[in-house]
């Protein structure tokens, strides 16, 4: 009786409506990287993302958003980052980065 209830389990089909909150220190990471470290960083940070987005705590859709938008406050812009940060998410949805 003193035990809280155990948290409600998400259903397979439940739709992820996760903000990319889960990815503000990932990305303020990345925002500081400086050049030399900026495509190491985005990588790091969008496989981080991957782990969520296979965990359904994260949609893809608000993790590219993020990674974007962090990408940019870096100076990294265009198809590079798009590559890096397809690649990272990949990655981490499969369990293999670094």
């Known amino acids: 009786m003193l035990m809280p209830p155990p948290p409600s389990a998400r259903r397979a089909h439940e739709p992820i409506t996760g903000s990319g909150d889960g990815l503000d220190g990932p990305a303020r990471f990345v925002g500081r990287a ?33 990674l974007t938008e962090a990408a940019a406050a870096a100076g990294l812009t265009g198809r590079e980052a798009m590559n890096t940060i397809a690649s990272g998410l990949r990655a981490g949805k499969a369990g293999r980065h670094g």
């Open 34 to 66: 400086i050049k030399g470290q900026r495509n190491d960083s985005l990588f790091w940070a969008a496989c981080r993302a991957g782990e969520l987005v296979a965990k359904r705590e994260l949609s893809e859709a608000a993790a590219v958003s993020k």
